[in-house]
């Protein structure tokens, strides 16, 4: 009896083995991502519908934690265990390209009728390295209630508001418990109920107050950290003093990418800027009746966009990979888990410029936002017009640069302890160096 | 004379041989675990690498760099001795204070010592993101409480000068485990000592400082030894709470050294912090062990 139990028991686990030999004369590839549980369902969602379409490869997902996930897709490279392809961080595109763990992609789209924006391709030294899985940029959110109830017009969708009228409109919108607004006789910044307006300071998206102002953080091929610039300098002050000097704001000094939920999210504020996808993670879960706009304007008319990379990592599958991330990245992939649901706006012109292709995503019915008029101003002729690649996309760096230099020591600006001159001034030698470094 | 020696010898090592495969899971352990990866993490400092590309050998140059180039690591060396320094003095008072009360035969004593253990196995980040949203500033419960009174807000976790301490604060409040230790500590002081100085008039302020702390002053260290250890190390308020800031508010130093290492991918700078922040750890252990003679009381002792 106990022999028998004991084949049965070596049996069982052999199992496995055999289910590993057997094969089923595909190819297999590993997808590897973040994200959280409702994504994954998304994302097998996807893989199941390629791995059904055809016979030749078959895809795994491999899902690791946001946090650490550029560390362990480190991890991976070392042991030389990487996946076959899978997202990356956009600080970490250029990082991964220049140490040769990214498969080439200067032919990945050629001769495709569909080809991704310019403002989405990454670059190192001018040459393409990668594409954004979609396009997202920077726009401004508003409480239209809010707007109602203090009988102030909405944000235009045609004319944006320069700075100081963004500041003006913020401050009528701000009142503290006894009703009166910033700059009004017994206004008091420490009992303030409702705050105009909320500048996302999450430290990327800072960068755009610095192009808007006419100055830049570096130089387009990459080589030159400039946010020393007065331009660069006084457009970081301005945005603290939203909430320092104009009390219009929430102070938010340790920021984290929960730029809405800090701003027009708690129900407390008025505006907000914060990126497109918000569209769909967001808003369809706010219960606000909300509008959209383009950024107030400095002195020039600007917004970032950025989004991550389905990238191909060198090895063996290369072609197999290239073969599923050219088809998981098209729009149609995802139509309806990403793009109908605002998630992502699409990375090709075609639906930026050409009235069939807008009116398949802004004009679908269960499009999140449902003023067709204004998204097509704010979402489309914005992109096209007035969207500049965010600097990972030619920075080398970045996550040393913006991720870790600018966002520490930003926080004394933030909190008022130091000003923004003074802190660049200070760390400016070490962004410098910081950008040269293999 | 050599013959009983030798059997000495061949009994000894059988039971070595025992002791060896007993221990053997954990000298591999300890060996695989600890020692290879701290050699490793020494080499490693002694080196530029960012992960993928080459290893460049640097010498000392990251070491310079550290003392004499790297504008956030004194403030960041400071941080990490403040935040230790009142973390472990408050939590050494407290935990004492707390353990003497529920020594005592109070109704409930059960009930009152499970509710002060209890943040103790609370997950951490869990602790952490509630203190979060008591700090918060702009809709936070402590700040709520402040205006209620008729104060204006403080910044628990947005100001340099105060987010230490108020992290420090959350530790205390966490010390749930040194609370356990001392109160094991404090029913093993003996009954007699204190009914002997009882019938010799002494009062409870003087049994207190005559006879309790004396005898508990082996927990103490103990307590003391470990509690450093630990908060010279802090990292995860940083990571869940305050990312460092403001400005280097919170640039604890192994916070500083997994930002290098894992954020900027800078491992041979990040190694030379951590082996900067063994030494340190190394330091402060020795001076509490060099002076625990002279403050240390064990029964038996001829000191006593």
């Given amino acids: ?438 | 004379m050599t013959v009983p020696l030798k059997k000495k010898i061949r009994y000894n090592r059988a039971e070595t041989r025992a002791a060896w495969i007993l221990l053997l899971p954990s000298v591999i352990g300890l060996i695989c675990i600890t020692y290879l990866p701290m050699i490793a993490s020494f080499t490693l400092s002694l080196f530029s690498w960012n992960g993928l590309g080459e290893m460049k050998f640097l010498r000392l140059e990251n070491y310079t760099r550290l003392f004499t180039r790297d504008t956030k690591f004194y403030g960041s060396l400071l941080t990490t001795l403040e935040y230790a320094g009142i973390s472990v003095a408050g939590s050494i008072v407290y935990s004492m204070i707390i353990a003497l009360l529920l020594n005592r035969k109070i109704p409930a004593r059960g009930f009152f010592r499970a509710v002060f253990y209890l943040p103790y196995v609370l997950p951490a980040l869990a602790v952490y993101l509630g203190w979060k949203w008591l700090y918060d500033y702009n809709h936070g419960f402590f700040n709520y409480g402040i205006k209620l009174l008729g104060g204006s807000s403080v910044k628990f976790l947005d100001s340099s000068a105060m987010v230490t301490p108020s992290l420090a604060c959350i530790a205390v409040w966490l010390s749930g485990n040194l609370i356990v230790i001392f109160l094991a500590g404090l029913q093993n002081v003996p009954r007699t000592y204190h009914e002997a100085a009882e019938i010799d008039g002494a009062n409870a302020w003087q049994r207190f400082w005559g006879i309790t702390i004396p005898c508990m002053t082996p927990i103490i260290f103990y307590n003391l030894l470990m509690s450093l250890v630990t908060n010279l190390q802090v990292i995860t308020p940083a990571l869940s709470l305050t990312k460092g800031g403001p400005g280097t508010g919170s640039y604890f130093m192994c916070y500083m050294l997994y930002t290098q290492a894992f954020k900027s991918h800078k491992y041979g700078y990040g190694s030379a912090i951590a082996v900067v922040l063994f030494l340190i750890i190394a330091v402060f252990t020795g001076i509490l062990f060099g002076t625990s003679k002279s403050w240390i009381f064990y029964e038996g002792d001829d000191k006593a």
């Fill in chain 1, 1 to 438: 009896m106990k022999k028998v139990l004991a084949i049965v028991l070596c049996l069982a686990l052999m199992l496995p083995l055999l289910a590993l030999a057997e094969g089923d004369g595909r190819v297999h590839i590993t997808y590897s991502f973040w994200g959280n549980q409702t994504e994954a369902e998304s994302v097998q969602a996807a893989l199941d519908v390629f791995n059904g379409m055809q016979d030749k490869i078959f895809v795994e997902p491999m899902q690791i934690p946001n946090e650490e996930y550029t560390q362990t897709l480190v991890n991976y490279a070392i042991a030389d265990q990487l996946p076959d392809c899978g997202m990356v961080n956009e600080n970490a595109v250029l990082y991964f390209s220049r140490n040769g763990v990214m498969a080439d992609v200067s032919d990945m789209y050629a001769g495709e009728e569909l080809q991704p924006m310019d403002c989405i391709t990454f670059r190192d030294a001018g040459v393409p390295v990668g594409y954004s899985s979609c396009n997202e940029i920077l726009i401004l959110y508003y409480n239209k209630d809010m707007f109602d109830a203090a009988n102030e017009p909405y944000p235009s969708a045609d004319t944006p508001y320069t700075w100081d009228e963004f500041v003006e409109v913020a401050k009528r919108l701000t009142f503290d418990e006894a009703g009166k607004h910033p700059g009004e006789e017994g206004f008091n910044p420490e009992k303030i109920v409702q705050y105009g307006a909320f500048v996302n300071n999450w430290t990327w998206q800072m960068e755009v107050w610095a192009l808007s102002n006419g100055g830049a953080w570096f130089s387009e091929d990459g080589n030159e950290c400039l946010i020393n610039s007065p331009e660069a300098i006084e457009s970081i002050q301005k945005v603290a003093d939203l909430a320092l000097v104009e009390h219009v704001a929430p102070l938010n000094v340790i920021p984290e990418d929960n730029g809405i939920g800090v701003g027009i999210g708690s129900g407390t504020v008025a505006m907000t800027t914060d990126g497109t996808w918000r569209l769909g993670t967001d808003f369809p879960n706010l219960e606000i009746n909300y509008g959209i706009a383009p950024l107030p304007v400095m002195k020039e008319e600007v917004t970032s966009c950025t989004s991550g990379l389905t990238g191909v990592f060198k090895g063996k599958h290369q072609q197999e990979a290239y073969e599923f991330v050219k088809w998981y990245t098209r729009e149609e992939s995802n139509w309806d888990s990403l793009v109908l649901t605002g998630i992502w706006m699409p990375k090709s012109e075609y639906y930026y410029k050409t009235e069939e292709g807008i009116q398949a995503w802004l004009g679908n019915e269960k499009y999140p936002f449902k003023d067709l008029e204004t998204g097509r101003k704010v979402l489309v002729d914005y992109t096209m017009n007035y969207a500049k690649p965010a600097c990972w996309y030619f920075t080398p760096n970045t996550q040393i640069t913006t991720n870790e230099i600018l966002f520490t020591a930003l926080q004394s600006v933030w909190s008022g302890e130091r000003t923004a001159e003074d802190v660049i001034t200070e760390i400016y030698p070490e962004l410098c160096e910081a950008i040269v470094v293999d």
